[in-house]
């Protein structure tokens, strides 16, 4: 039996960016993936996601004070 780290209720929402926002969101902020935080490909909150290294993720926090909030991060390989 395999345990799926994604529905542990302190893994945030993990989800892959689709090519459109990912150009929307690197020119919005004039930056390059490379100018974002890494996660790792190995990382068990994205591995059922099919992505590749050079991906964007996305990861959706909740907070009782600050709400919702977007964190993204540049697919790398270990």
């Not at 930056?31 to 099919?50: C, E, N, R, S, Y």
């Amino acid at each position: 039996m395999s345990f799926n780290v994604t529905t542990h209720q302190l893994v945030y929402k993990h989800s892959k960016v689709a090519d459109a926002e990912k150009e929307s969101l690197l020119k919005r902020y004039d930056i390059t993936p490379q100018d974002l935080p890494k996660i790792m490909l190995q990382d068990p909150a994205i591995k059922q996601l099919g992505v590749k290294a050079g991906d964007l993720v996305k990861i959706e926090r909740e907070s009782k004070t600050a709400g919702k909030s977007a964190y993204y991060r540049e697919v790398v390989e270990g």
